[in-house]
């Protein structure tokens, strides 16, 4: 079983809807990443978090370390919005580096 | 403006044949880390360096080399290349290893 297991690994969705995508986790972790590639390949850090939530712009991620799960969520969805977003923790303990989801590869449809 | 670059960006090459991917930050960041991303696998670990001479394995380090003779710069080393090792490969940096990485974007490699 992965380490990191993101859900769902597809999503197709119209413009304006609000999406959700998940990662759930099952390592202790000190921190949880979510990333944005988009279909040119560059990767680009769009939050990190260790507790709580954060907010920019459309984009909200949280994070319950309880249950070791984060939802990332994408109001008033946009096309451009069309990208594969990857969860990625890093472990407590182990190499200082970072254990990456297999990722959800969303388009939204205009 | 503030970037990692990495070079080159395609690259084919045979079995055999040692090759170098650099890599090089002008963040002043202590950490640099290198991942290869292979379709159904995603993201892996290959090595990374918390500073200056400073490097350690990752999840998959066979076949690979690092080196950390300066800050900015951490090339990925491969004396041997071998068609397992067709990927796309990412360099990344932090400031501290503990906070937000800054992608390079990635070397498409193809060993025949």
Redesign the interface.
């Known amino acids: 079983k992965n380490e990191v297991e993101q859900s769902p690994q597809n999503l197709t969705a119209q413009e304006g809807e609000f999406i959700t995508i998940n990662c759930s986790y099952s390592v202790g972790i000190?921190?949880l990443?979510w990333?944005q590639q988009h279909p040119g390949?560059?990767?680009?850090?769009l939050f990190?978090l260790s507790s709580g939530k954060k907010k920019h712009g459309r984009l909200i991620a949280t994070i319950n370390i309880q249950e070791k799960h984060s939802s990332l969520h994408i109001t008033a969805s946009h096309p451009r919005d069309s990208a594969v977003y990857?969860c990625?923790v890093?472990r407590i303990g182990g190499?200082?580096?970072?254990?990456?989801?297999?990722?959800t590869h969303l388009i939204i449809q205009p | 403006e503030a970037q990692v670059t990495q070079n080159p960006r395609y690259l084919i090459t045979v079995t055999g044949k040692k090759l170098t991917v650099t890599c090089s930050q002008n963040m002043n960041h202590e950490?640099m880390?290198w991942?290869r991303q292979d379709p159904?696998?995603?993201?892996?670990?290959i090595y990374?360096s918390?500073n200056v001479e400073v490097t350690?394995?990752?999840?998959v380090p066979e076949g690979y080399k690092v080196s950390r003779k300066e800050k900015r710069n951490f090339p990925l080393i491969l004396e041997s290349p071998s068609p397992n090792q067709t990927s796309?490969y990412?360099c990344?940096s932090s400031l501290t290893?503990?906070?937000?990485?800054?992608?390079g974007?990635?070397t498409?490699l193809t060993v025949t």
Not at chain 1, 95 to 103: C, S
Request: aromatic fraction near 14%; proline fraction near 2%; charged fraction near 20%.
């Open positions: 000190s921190a990443h990333l390949g560059g990767i680009v850090s990190m990857i990625a890093r190499a200082d580096g970072l254990t990456f989801g297999k990722g | 950490y880390s991942y159904g696998l995603g993201l892996r670990q990374y918390m350690d394995k990752g999840d796309l990412f990344a290893g503990r906070d937000e990485q800054y992608f974007p990635g498409r």
